[in-house]
Structure formats: structure tokens, C-alpha cells
């Protein structure tokens, strides 16, 4: 079948990457085939090696295809374990107690695991760390107070420049003076809570969350309303609005772009949606897109934000997962509460460190930050299909798995009545992190799912210890 | 009369400080004279050189001598502007509201004024940026992963070790795993209001007491129980006993050490007066020690955490004040509440910056930073002497003055109905920055007075600059 260009098709890549999908279908090429070359295809179809390349990097993003370096991309086949169903949750909201549980996760013990499938850091081999500490050598040595004085909130007007310009990729162009730069994500979902909602208050959630926002729930004393999601699409917008109308909620924090852990994108209809539904209640949104770079497929998903009319939204974003996490920076457009959160921002830490938003800005202006990114995605892929591979080898049958397109995490449920907490801690007493699911609900629900980290380099220890955590879970079951 | 070593007489420095003050308040030695040469006292009383040197700069520290560089002393002759009263305050604890007059103190207006008596920063001037950027830049081209990865809490082992170390000098010896490392002491303070108040609670402070204090109360929703002060002695303690007594006082807030704006020092006698009083009530204390090491006189005052037996002192400092503010790195020893504060430390953003860490530690380990302090203590010293007596020459007769031993702020009182925020607007309007009594108090009082910042390097504009709100003064009273 022909390749066709026109303007009411495909591109060409999706229509190349459609037909190959077609031929795992169908058995033609099956898993553990190795794929037919990019140069063969590309000759065979008369189109551009990049339009191969391109083609494969979408196969990958959607688990079909696993590359491996030096040696050409083959067959995954369609994944053979479950998926993940959409999450249940309680009718009530709770206080958050997970603060002893994740400070578990934290030990030494954990630190010190030899492999990694708990914090979910991006290995240091995949971020240009030599060359950013470059520039904030350069920034330490060339600038008049070598970095001493500080950069009072707002921050950095060269870096906001920057990451204004990178808004319009979000699909809201977005000015500097939106923007507050903070201590990373983190930093930033602090703040927006202590703008909007107050101890005692309700905030709606997405179950399972990232244990991060639990504890912040938790240190500022607010309760959590869980909101199921569907490992797919995230936050079901009927739950919400039936929450909404039981509840007196202050605020929504969600991750529309590659959740964690369940790695679900919502679409840009739910989007609006979501936003419209809040608005129409004046309900304040706290929207983490700590992962919305990572996207493995070759498009970038919108923020909810850019669908923001009332300046309801309150955007959050880090460059922690994608160029240095030890520089803590990451940012917020609080919308109309900017200047609240600006205020807040002073009061908490006065301001975020000035050599590394420096840095940080230098190398934003230098270019080469989309290339980084599509490299860093790529592997970034590549690991995660290479940790679901290993999942589908190793792990007891009746396992359920998420099949995300993005980020850098799993989230699996054991079947029968294993206990992810026993899971964990047999692991550890092996030196393999990873995190186990209590830690992702306020009340400690998901007993029986872990979420993997996925952010790794593979290699055959890797697929070793992920055997030693199957083996685990078979015996549990 | 001749000095003479004894065991219980003063020690030589002092005798001879002593005889110097005598001869001002006799009128032998008078306003602007030339105080003798270094050499020939040294000569005349049989006393090495470093003697005299110790006595002349406790007569800095006490207001009657200044230092002239490339010149000597002279006289300064006792402060001729009477000193602050006790501060009075309502008997009702209040919420806090300051933050909108806090954020016109750094618009950009304030930013930019030519002469700053506004905010408390130290001058760069006076701070050893190259060599503290060069050791930053070092580190981040001589580590792993250059800084880019997390120095996750209590933070860096080195930097906590240095920290320790010096506890010795404040009167406790701590160990590095009785501190946390934090985004400066502001972080310090918030992180231990959390642990150990909710929204609601009073939380009793000194009054006048530092803006950025109150923006802290504000910011958790906490009620201000101001305590009275002494402006020598600091918190009055009878006052303090009566609001523990009519209130559930959740935590104390204090700065023993050279208190904003005050620059009152408690006693020692005091400080364990106070230890006792909170402990037999099960009360935290939260003790700001940001100023501690900047005493003009010789002696480092001790903390009030020195006479801590149940851990119920959360000490807080930080190097902003004498190393970098932009470095963002201070502590905080927490005592019973280190494992809490640690955990919302965690919660909060995750980690202070790892570059930062090392650089400091690096300077602390390399030695000189006590030679340094030395030379910053004699700086700011002079620096306020500069001020005060310019205070003293342009301010119209009837302000009151305090006469700090130590930090870098004078509080001033201005006489009849002179309004702080018109001297402050005035001020500001001819580009001179200063901070106004009302951002000191919860429910803006203090009309009349004003903190100036005497971290500055004295020069005719800023005597011209005084002489400018000093006469904007005299023509408001």
C-alpha cells in the first residue's frame, strides 16, 4: 500500500507507522521480530529516513516497537498484560496521613537500593549536567556579585522570557510577568495551596496521586477529596462534578499531562471541560505539568491553562525531570492570584537561588534545549518499554499494567491478594527500590498496586532485579 | 592609673576601655577629638598592641569611639539623643495583615532608590563573593553529577559538621545531625511554625517585631500576641508570663540576639529565664539567631537553645546576612521537632540547592571565616556609629534613638506627630529608602518611628541623603 501526502490525510509518518502497527496486528511481524530498517522502509515506501525515523519514534511511544542501540528497532507486539481499570475512591474526603510511609520511601535503605524503581529521578547520564554547570561556573565567575545578591520574586526576567517563550508549545502563550519562578514544582504547588485554600479546607485530587502532593495536603492540613481516573484519560469529569456538588471544594490539583502514577493524559476536550466546570463554580485549578515535556509520541500535549479564560488556572512547572533537579527551579503562573502567590513566595524563602536560574536562562538562550528534549524523550521511551517488557516477562499473570505515552513511571496491580507493602520492603531487604501504592492515597488504599520508576538505563542488572521483584510477586500471590 | 592583670579584677581591655570612657564623660577627651594612637597608649600603659585594639573596639561597640580607616579613632562622645522607651502593647492577640505595605517596601520604586536605609542587606562590599563564587564555580565543575543532583535533607554532612563546629562559640555543642539545612533562615522559621502551630493559634512575638515575621503569621493564618519589649534587654518577661497566662500560646517567636529592629540582646540570665518559663509550660521556642554573629563588642552572646534540656528550642540561623544572601542556605536545629521539620522540609521543595551547600562548606573548611566576621563585625560597626551620629546631627531634637550592641539597624522614634509612612513616601520620592514603623507591628502601630539599616558604606551622599530625611523630618514635626 502507497504512501499518500494530501491535506485531508494523515501525515505520512502516522500513515507509515498505521501500516506497520497493521502488520503486528495481523501476526505479520510478531514480538521478538526485529523491524524492517529505516534505510529498506524509507527506499521501499519513497519517503525520508526521517519520516521512518519519525514513524518508529511514535511505534515506541506506543509500546509496538523497542529500540535497541547499535542493533535496529523490533516487535514488542501488542502489551499482553491488562490494563489498569479506572480508579475507585471513597464518597468523603479525608485528612492526608502518609507523611511516616513516604518517609520510609526516603531511608537509606531505599537511597542506598542498587537498583532503582522508587524515586522516579531521570538518570543523570540522560541531562546535560557537565554543560549547565558550565554556565553557572561562568554566571558564579562573571557576574558583579558572583551570584551572592538575590533575585527577588518575580525571578529571573531572562529565564521568564524563556519559559514564556516555550508557553506558546503548551497552547497558551503566556507573557514573563506571568511568570514567578520558585524552588521547583514543588515550591510552586506549596504556594498555590497557600493562596487558595486554608487549614481545614477540601481539595479534590486525583486517585492515585503523587505522594508529594499528599504530604503537602497533609503539612498544610487540608483534606483530600480523591476523584477517581481512568488510566487513560485521568480525572473523571462526572466524579468531579458530582464532588463538586457534595463537597464545598477550595481547590482542584490535577496533572493532566502524564500523571503520577497512573501516566494518564487527558484530551484537550476534557481539558476545556475541566476548566470550564471549575470556573463556572469558581473553583481554582492547580495544574502540575512538572512531566508535559516528556511526552513520547511526537506531539506535545496542551496544559489545561490554555484553556483558562478567568485566570482560574495556576500552572506549575520545573525543569527538575528534564536539565538539574539539584537547582531547584521550576515556576508558576498563578493567574489572578499572582500576586498573592508573589507575596507568598517572598514569605516563605525570599527568593530562589540566582546563579541557577542564571544558568538556567544561559542555556535556554543558547538554543539546543528542543534537541536535548527529544533526545532525552527517546530514551526516556526506550526505558520505559524496555521496564514493560520486563514487567510482562516477570510478573505473575493477572497483572495489570498502565500503557502510558508518556513520563517516566508505571503503575501496576498484583493479582490475588498480594501486598504491595510486603512486596517493597522483600525488595529493598535485596537492595531494588521501589514505591509501593499505600503511599499514593490518603488513607493508604492501593495495597495492592506499586508504581515503578521507569527513568533508568536498561541494562541487565536492571532486568535481573525486575526478575527478583516478579519472582517476589509470584510468590506473594 | 595603671592597668593591672588579676583574677578578679576586669581584664585589661576592659580596665583600660573603662579609663578612655571616663576621660569622655569627663570632657578631657571630647565630640570629634582624635582619640591617642594605637602605638603610643600601647606605650603609655605597658600593654601590647592587641590590647588597646580590643579596648577601642569595644568603645566602637559602645557609641564612643569611630573609626576613621587610613586615620584613627575619635570620639563620639556618649549618644546625645535620648534612647527608645519600652515598647506597651495591646493585651489581645490579633490576626496579621501587612503584607500590601510590606510589598510597597520592595516595589521597584524602594529597589531603586540611591540611598538605602531600607532593607537590611549587607553590602557586598563587605562580603567575600569572588571567593565564594570561585568555590561554587569549583564545585560545579569538579562534582559527579555538577550539582544537578539533590542534596536531599537534613541536607550536606560537610556544611552541618562546619555548622556544628561553630555551636560551640553560641554556647551549645551541637551535632551536624541536630541541623537541617534551609533555604535561608526564613525558610528555617516557616518550616518550624509549621511544625508546631495550626492556623488560628497565637503566637506570641516581640513588638516591634520584623516584618518578615509577621508576613510568616500572615501567610498560616496565625494570631499575633505581641509581648513588650525592652530596647536594650529584648521580650520582657513578666509581660510574656502574663500572656502565657491569659492566652493558649501555640509557640514564641524571638530574636535574643540582636532583635529586628531593636537590636536588643537578652541577658544570658534572661535567656535561660525564658528556656525555663516555656518548658515548664510545654511552650516551643523559636529562636531567630540571623544576627548572632554580627556583635560589635568582643563577645558572641549566647543562644537561648544553649539552656535548652527538652528540646523544646528550635534554633534558626542562616548565612545571608554574612556570607550570601543569594546562596539561600541557613538551618535550623530543631530539637524534638527535627524529625518533623525534616519531613515538611522534604514536603516543601524538596532540597536547598547542593551547590550552594558545597561552596559554603568548602568556606567554612578552608578556614578564615572567623577573620572575615572579624573584619565584617568592625565594618558594620563603624558603619552604624556613621549613622547613628548622623542621626544625631540632622534629626530634629526629641527623636529617640536605640543603641544597638550589635546587627545592622537603628530604630528610631521621631517626636510630636511626625507620620513614619509620609517620611517614608517623602523619603522615597527623593530616592532614599527607609523602613516605616507600621510593617513592624501586626496591626500597623509604631506611626512614628522608623528602622533605618546602617548596612551601608558610609560616604557623603549618604550623610547627605540623612541630612535629607533628617530635615524632612524636622519639617513633619
Known amino acids: ?62 509500546g509496538l516497537l523497542r529500540a535497541r542501540p547499535q542493533s535496529g528497532h523490533y516487535v514488542r507486539g501488542r502489551p499482553s498484560l491488562p490494563e489498569i481499570r ?77 519559559v514564556a517563550r516555550r508557553s506558546v508549545e503548551w497552547g497558551c502563550a503566556l507573557a514573563p510577568e506571568d511568570f514567578i519562578v520558585t524552588c521547583g514544582a514543588t515550591e510552586a504547588l506549596n504556594l498555590c495551596l497557600l493562596a487558595v485554600a486554608r487549614r481545614g479546607d477540601t481539595v479534590a485530587i486525583e486517585s492515585p496521586t503523587f505522594f508529594g502532593i ?14 477517581p481516573c481512568d488510566a487513560r484519560e485521568g480525572m473523571r469529569l462526572d466524579a468531579l462534578e458530582a464532588g463538586l456538588k457534595r463537597h464545598r471544594i477550595a ?12 501516566g494518564s493524559v487527558m484530551s484537550d476536550a476534557s481539558k476545556e471541560k475541566l476548566v470550564e466546570l471549575l470556573a463556572r463554580r469558581d473553583v481554582p485549578l492547580i495544574e502540575d505539568d512538572t512531566f508535559g515535556d516528556l511526552h513520547h509520541g511526537p506531539t506535545r500535549p496542551k496544559v489545561a491553562k490554555a484553556f483558562d479564560r478567568r485566570g482560574l488556572v495556576l500552572l506549575c ?22 500576586e498573592r502567590v508573589q507575596l507568598l513566595k517572598f514569605s516563605q524563602n525570599i527568593a530562589t537561588t540566582t546563579l541557577q536560574q542564571r544558568a538556567l536562562a544561559a542555556f ?5 534545549y528542543d534537541r536535548h528534549l527529544r533526545t532525552l524523550r527517546r ?14 516477562r516477570h ?37 531494588i527500590s521501589l514505591a509501593p501504592g499505600p503511599i499514593f492515597s490518603p488513607r493508604g488504599r492501593y495495597e495492592r498496586f506499586v508504581r515503578l520508576s521507569t527513568a533508568l538505563e536498561w541494562s541487565d542488572e536492571v532486568d535481573a532485579a525486575l526478575a527478583r521483584v516478579g519472582a517476589i510477586a509470584r510468590d506473594l500471590v
Open 86 to 162: 479506572p480508579s475507585r475512591t471513597p464518597r468523603e474526603a479525608s485528612p492526608v496521613s502518609v507523611s511516616s510511609l513516604v518517609a520510609g520511601l526516603y531511608s537509606d535503605a531505599h537511597q542506598d537500593a542498587a537498583v532503582q524503581f522508587g524515586a522516579a529521578y531521570t538518570p543523570f547520564s540522560f541531562l546535560p549536567t557537565r554543560r549547565l554547570g558550565r554556565l553557572l561556573a561562568a554566571a558564579a565567575r562573571d557576574s558583579e556579585h558572583a551570584g551572592a545578591e538575590y533575585d527577588l520574586p518575580p525571578g529571573n526576567p531572562a529565564l521568564r522570557r524563556q
Open 379 to 392: 530514551r526516556l521511551a526506550g526505558a520505559m518499554n524496555a521496564v514493560a517488557a520486563g514487567v510482562e
Open 1 to 62: 500500500m502507497s504512501l499518500e501526502p494530501g491535506p485531508s490525510r494523515p501525515l505520512l509518518y502516522q500513515q507509515l507507522a498505521a501500516q506497520i502497527a497493521a502488520a503486528i496486528d495481523s501476526g505479520a511481524l510478531r514480538a521478538g521480530d526485529r523491524a524492517p530498517s529505516v534505510r529498506k522502509l524509507s527506499v521501499q515506501h519513497g519517503v525520508s529516513v526521517s519520516t521512518v525515523l519519525q514513524a518508529y519514534a511514535h511505534l515506541e511511544a506506543e
Open 364 to 368: 535556554l538562550e543558547a538554543g539546543g
Open 214 to 227: 499528599l504530604q503537602m495536603l497533609e503539612a498544610h492540613g487540608l483534606r483530600a477529596l480523591e476523584i
Open 317 to 338: 512547572g520545573s525543569f527538575s525531570k528534564t536539565l538539574a533537579p539539584g537547582y531547584r527551579v521550576g515556576w508558576v503562573a498563578a493567574g489572578k492570584f499572582q
Open 251 to 262: 481547590a482542584v490539583i490535577a496533572v493532566p499531562n502524564f500523571s503520577n502514577p497512573l
Open 395 to 431: 510478573f505473575p499473570p493477572g497483572t495489570r499494567m498502565t500503557q502510558p505515552t508518556g513520563g517516566t513511571v508505571l503503575w501496576l496491580e498484583l493479582p490475588g491478594r498480594a501486598n504491595a507493602l510486603t512486596l517493597y520492603e522483600r525488595a529493598l531487604a535485596e537492595g
